[in-house]
């Protein structure tokens, strides 16, 4: 019994071990927003509920800038689960920065939308590479968002399924490319989560990320 019960320590020991050496950073500890930046732009929009990241409530978005306040990357993998609710909109930002009010004008927008009206859905690259009309998630059902960023290269999967695989071109010029949205273009920076509207309400949880070379 005794060589049974030494054995399972070292067996948690080692897992313990592998769990910190896999390079992936947890972004959320389901407690509270540490770690996390609302603009406010509607007060309130962004709650923990049940070791989840609530969001509802209107147009606002929360930065993620870490234990120093001042987190960026720019090659990294990103994992999360979402869940939708009948006619949400919502958003996750990469390569983006602060700002105080208005849809984020740095990097790019991974969208997140199974039932809303706007024909961008879940999984597409906002303006740039979409997922039209048939989203590959259901509302209030859990899935799994996964996206990298590598040089030029975007990747999204969405449960498994890649959804955008993109490169951004060398001559790449979003303002010419993208009407009103200039920003959009690969440097470095945070990641973001959208609160769309005062009818989208969505919900994240195990949010993690791992910085690549």
Known sequence: MKTTFLTLLSVVALSAVALAEDGWTS??????LSGWKSNEEVPGSFTVEDGKLKVSGGRAHIFFVGADGNAKFKNFEFKAKFMTTPGANGGIYI???????????KGYECQVNATHTDRKKTGGLYAVQDVL??????DNVWSDYYI???????????DGKTTVDWTQPDDWDPAKSLKGMPGRSLSEGTIAIQ?????????????EIKPLP
């Open 148 to 158: 990298k960023v590598e040089g030029k290269h975007i990747t999204i999967k969405i």
């Open 133 to 138: 009309d048939n989203a590959p998630n259901k």
């Open 95 to 105: 390569h983006t920065t602060y700002q105080d009010k208005g849809w984020p004008e």
């Open 195 to 207: 609160g769309h509207d005062p009818k989208s309400v969505a919900f994240y949880k195990d949010l």
């Open 27 to 32: 972004m959320f500890n389901g407690k509270d």
